[in-house]
């Protein structure tokens, strides 16, 4: 037994000599928001129909409210889904296309028309009924289909991308609705996207998916912190990667020898074997940079290549003394310094992360 | 000023003739079916009389039920057997599509004629011969690949989510099909049908291979008419054609729009 309503484990689907998901495990737990975030073509959408049942699975099981649903068709499977492009039955109207579900499981006509009106209020389109989806705009359509999913009370409801047809003034608004509808209804939610953004503001724990595997399974704010692979760190937010090597440092902590023989101190998160290559990622935000030398642990110097100025944050480029480019981002509290100017940029060692070096193991 | 451009006017004019070419027998057959004197022109007056004979004529109105029914039924037939195929065209990529496909296409290939006398002697040597089954089988065959063609470009464009989204709310595939599929294609079946339903209507060569005395398609009709005949009965009956093609037309535009049952 197992408290999960989506199980997925070992997942694997191929097409001919190309493999779309390769051996992808992880669970939804009930009332949990879930995102699959990627980039387009790391399998995050067919992984998505292949829990909803359009996809067959090439190996692999899925579990649903602990039923195993591997080879049910999606009928069977009791999933609520809301498509990217709303997929709106054209033919019939609003009151029609939520009403469909119920229809075929035979619900008598009060029951129906109640159950319509209900899903239309808390999408917010109540009056709506007697329109056909032609004459709805983008968001107003994907209303109506999440109160299509919605009518049917599923158990776990997935999305695809519902979003990323709309412009983005709306895609925010409805974002904010999504979230708090969510809460109000603990409804399991499995979401889609490529927007890391929507992803990380609207999730309990997001999947992050690349090449058809998961790199990571993690809270946002992990995510962000404590990036478990490189791609992880590039595709949520920016970050600066060092290169270099690993190093004990004075038993605990780890550190990092960087290409110019410089030693930078961080917590250890994660164990790597000293003298593995490895890569140190410090986020553009959490430096400090000045402009008169400072001395000290865990402090570059450097070259100001590039300095923009957006008010309240500035942003430079300093090529280190060792050659790399790093990237810092600092609140406007003191003045602005010029292309050209010779900087010391201090990290804090629980502010550095170091990871394995891809494909070196 | 006004510039004379050349190209311009070389094209009206060959549209000006091009639409003569193809509308000039029309009006003659319409113009003969009014005149009083028998295919003689220019006309001397005005008489429904040859439209009286030929809706009166029993041999006319039964041919005309015959081809009716037929192209009814072939219609239909083709229709429930290219819809099918064309799902499995369009939805799946498997060994030997391609060939499968000019297979299904391959009756526009051949002659009509050369295409009749084979199922005919085909249905002979099974013992069957000229019969209503034969004459439905061969317009069916005949019209098939059109109604292929207007399916398979209805499907093309009929999004898979609509489908999907049906079955994740709970509909079977039968179900789907009915509710969903269907309705949504509508105007490609409807098109289809119609197209189909003309094709067979305005047969000549498969009928006269195949139709069994007593059950003589409306053109094979004609035909045998104006062969002994020289009355202009057979102008009025063509007339009447005619302008029921004409309504047929707008009535499909109408419902469907008749730009679209073209590109398709």
Known sequence: MSDDAIQVSGVVKRYGATTAVDNVSFNVAQGEFVSLLGPSGCGKTTTLRMIAGFVEPTAGALRVNDRDVTHLPPEKRELGFVFQNYALWPHMTVAENVGFGLKLRRKSRTFIREKIAES?????????????PRQLS????????????????????????????????????????????????????????????????????VVIMNKGRVEQVAAPYELYENPATSFVADFVGITNFLEGSAVGVDGGSMGVRLRSGQVLRAVAKTAVTPGAEVRALIRPERVTLTTKPVDGENVLSGQVILSEYFGAVLRYSVRLDGGEILRAEVHNFDNFVETGAKVWICVLPEHLRIIPQEGQG | MIRFDFGTAALRLITLLMMTFLVFPIAVTLVVAVNPREFILPPNGFTLDWFRAAWSSKTFLRGMGVSLVLG?????????????????LVRNNFPGKAALNIILMSPLLIPTTIFSLALYIYFVRIGYGSGLLPLLVGHTIHIMPYALRILTASLHNLDPSYEEAARIVGAGRIRTLFSITLPVIRTGLVSSFALCFILSWND???????????????????????????????AALAGSLILLSALAIVIIDRLAGLRRVLRS
């Not at chain 1, 999440?146 to 519902?162: C, I, S, T």
């Not at chain 2, 057997?81 to 499995?88: G, N, V």
């Open chain 1, 120 to 132: 239309l209020s808390v999408t917010g389109l109540s009056g709506y009924e007697d329109r056909l």
């Open chain 2, 204 to 234: 000549f060569p498969i009928s006269v291979f195949l139709a069994p005395p007593g059950w003589t398609p409306l053109p094979v009709e004609l035909f045998s008419y104006i062969k002994f005949q020289y009355d202009a009965v057979a």
């Open chain 1, 138 to 205: 983008g968001g107003q359509q994907q209303r109506v289909a999440l109160a299509r999913a919605l009518a049917l009370e599923p158990q776990v409801l997935l999305m695809d991308e519902p979003l990323s047809n709309l412009d983005r003034a709306l895609r925010v608004t409805m974002r904010r609705e999504l979230k708090e509808l969510q809460a109000r209804m603990k409804m399991t939610t499995l979401y889609v996207t490529h927007d890391q953004e929507e992803a990380l503001s609207l999730s309990n724990r």
């Open chain 2, 72 to 88: 009814i039924a072939a219609a239909f037939l083709a229709n429930v057997l290219a819809l099918p195929a064309a799902m499995a």
